[in-house]
């Protein structure tokens, strides 16, 4: 099995996908529109910020698994692999703790000006009267907007520094001895540091807008280290002048897709806004914790068929009816119940067969779209080798 590694990845877990049979090309420069030609007979493809296109899954004929290195996945074309049957997998939470480190890192050069410090030791001006105005971080009220698992690192360590937590994720709070909120228009007048921890998607798209900078009090900090999407930079860049905000940010509008070269932001002539260059889950802990992930989700599709982290799995929200049928493990056992499904047209839009130990008999639970009928049900019951049925709505 064939698999294709586009992004920067730690050796020793190349070489242990090799030590496991797999065959791997290993091509970290490859850009967005490198990777198509690349696709020839690859099975598996790996990266970690690098897009994955329309052209390049449909370049992939062999393609059956692309993995994002790292949590979030909108920087790969699921539509396309959607209609294409490949699945997408993910390595959730596995970098969480150096994303929060990163954030509370902004947090604090932020207060301390630390960034500005350095640059004007290295220019040869010294300015302690200036540097020593700082507020501190003790006692702030912090605003963290999506409480997954990052947020609730950045939570674990904001409240060591003595801040006060509040969260917006209401389903995820319960327990975690933090201050929950609803409305942004109550939490973000009172805040002195909002933290951004949400994934890229259409409602999320421009959250950070004009309104919402609106909410916000003069002179407060907005840290964002998850996507460049949630913040309408040019709002954010009139709540800079206009507002006093002060800004960390690992992420930005039209950021460079390669490695090194040079880069234009308008937010380059701001002072009070301090940029990382997308490295919030670059730290050799958190890099070498996905890296298992990835070779964790690759193994077992391989061994078993199974896909761990699946993202792109239909989330079935209409009714259905589910059909439990309990058998002997023989040959031509499901087939015969199928076949029965199949006469009144009844699709089965997922199914899961598990055998009992001593491989004498199953238990096979199908998802169907409409139900069978009484006649269907008895026809399957007088199966001499059925032991039971279950027919239910769900």
Request: glycine share 8%; aromatic share 6%; net charge negative.
């Amino acid at each position: 099995m064939k698999v294709l590694i586009a992004d920067k990845f730690p050796e020793a877990y190349i070489e242990k996908m090799k030590a496991n049979g797999l065959e791997v090309i290993y091509e970290p420069k490859l850009g967005e529109n490198d990777i198509p030609g690349a696709m020839k007979e690859i099975d598996i493809l790996v990266v970690r910020s690098t897009k994955v296109n329309a052209a390049a899954v449909e370049a992939g004929e062999n393609l059956n698994l692309v993995i994002r290195a790292g949590a979030g996945y909108n920087n790969i074309d699921v539509k396309t692999c959607n209609k294409r049957g490949v699945y997408v997998a993910n390595c959730p939470g596995m970098n969480s703790v150096a994303v929060a480190e990163l954030a509370v890192g902004l947090m604090v050069s932020l207060d301390r000006r630390i960034p500005d410090n350095v640059a004007d030791f290295r220019k040869g001006v010294w300015n302690k009267a200036g540097y020593s105005k700082s507020d501190g971080l003790k006692g702030k009220n912090l605003a963290i907007v999506g409480f997954g698992n990052i947020g609730k690192e950045v939570a674990e360590r904001a409240k060591a520094f003595g801040m006060n937590v509040y969260a917006k994720d209401i389903s995820r709070v319960e327990g975690e001895k933090i201050t929950s909120f609803d409305d942004m228009e109550k939490i973000l007048p009172i805040a002195d540091i909002v933290s951004l921890h949400l994934p890229a998607t259409p409602d999320t798209k421009g959250l950070f807008n004009d309104q919402m900078f609106g909410y916000m009090k003069d002179g407060a900090y907005l840290v964002n280290t998850s996507r460049a999407e949630i913040i309408d930079e040019k709002a954010l860049i009139n709540a800079v002048k206009e507002k006093n905000l002060r800004v960390g940010l690992d992420v930005f509008s039209n950021e460079p897709e390669q490695k090194s070269g040079e880069v234009s932001s308008e937010l380059q002539a701001l002072d009070n806004v301090y940029i990382t260059h997308h490295i919030g889950a670059s730290t050799q802990q958190a890099q070498n914790a996905v890296a298992q992930e990835t070779l964790n989700i690759i193994m077992k599709f391989v061994n078993s068929g199974v896909i761990a982290h699946w993202v792109n799995r239909a989330k079935i929200n209409e009714k259905h009816f589910q059909l439990v049928v309990k058998h002997y493990d023989k040959p031509g056992v499901l087939a015969s119940v199928f076949d029965v499904l199949k006469m009144d047209d009844i699709n089965i839009e997922e199914v899961e067969n598990v055998i009992f130990d001593g491989g004498l008999v199953a238990c096979c639970t199908m998802k169907l779209r409409k139900a069978a009928n009484n006649e269907m049900l008895k026809t399957i019951r007088h199966n001499p080798n059925v032991l039971t049925v279950s027919h239910v709505e769900v």
